[in-house]
């Protein structure tokens, strides 16, 4: 079964500043990946995915991830964060065998002023 | 445009009470979910609906019920309380059965309860 693993239970970051936010999924013949965001008090939401073709991906909001099938990663990046990007990071991995998402345990991003 | 719609948003209950919580959509989606969010854990699945007239134990199945009422409407009921039910509740929905083929879910904002 899939599993995925985000380093970071808590990444601070002052405003304009780039940001990384790590995600490592078990080895798998071919994967699905996803980002959502969750602001305060909301749902999540999806920020982008990937399916296949180009490893380098673009979301919403600036944000974009880069498929690394060697390294089995899907960092998430931002090159300049805003105070309104403060929110929780969930990486998502398809598992082709369940059908279904797996998600990672989040990331919360607080951009400070 | 209301998408996903949980109701209610807080409920406090005792433990061994029974409580539902409802979700409906307006997207004309096929599958229906119902998450739970705790601490540190990310989100956890406890069931899903294919599709209308379907539903399958997701990985925290224990001490949950549902019913997928029709195509829009599926609910999460709690026959007795405990206070490992103590958490944030999310509904979502996806357009087509397989979420390996899209992988967008469509959430509400959530439900968040506690049992004392």
């Known amino acids: 079964a899939q599993s995925v693993t985000q380093l970071d239970s808590q990444v601070p970051v002052f405003e304009e500043a780039p940001v990384e936010l790590r995600c490592n999924y078990s080895?798998?013949?071919?994967?699905?990946l996803f980002w959502y965001v969750q602001y305060p008090n909301q749902g999540l939401q999806l920020l982008l995915k990937?399916?296949?073709?180009?490893?380098l991906v673009k979301g919403i909001n600036g944000f974009e991830a880069e498929f690394n099938k060697s390294q089995t990663s899907f960092h998430l990046r931002k090159p300049s964060v805003h105070i309104s990007d403060t929110a929780e990071y969930f990486c998502a991995v398809s598992d082709l065998d369940t059908d279904k998402l797996i998600f990672g345990t989040g990331t919360r991003l607080q951009v400070f002023p | 445009n209301a998408g996903v719609t949980q109701t209610p948003k807080f409920q406090v209950l005792k433990t061994g009470q029974s409580m539902t919580l409802q979700c409906a959509q307006d997207?004309?989606?096929?599958?229906m979910y119902w998450y739970r969010q705790d601490p540190g854990m990310g989100l956890r699945l406890i069931y899903y609906?294919?599709?209308?007239?379907?539903?399958d134990k997701g990985e925290v199945p224990n001490g949950y019920n549902v019913s997928r009422l029709n195509k829009r409407e599926f609910s999460l009921r709690l026959e007795s309380a405990a206070p490992s039910q103590t958490s944030v509740y999310f509904c979502?929905?996806?357009?087509?059965?397989?979420?390996?083929?899209?992988?967008?879910?469509?959430f509400g904002e959530g439900s968040r309860l506690t049992v004392l």
């Open positions: 979502a929905s996806s357009l087509k059965p397989g979420l390996a083929t899209t992988g967008e879910l469509f």
């Open positions: 080895s798998s013949v071919s994967v699905y």
């Open positions: 997207m004309n989606h096929n599958s």
């Open positions: 990937y399916l296949s073709g180009s490893t």
């Open positions: 609906s294919a599709s209308e007239g379907t539903t």
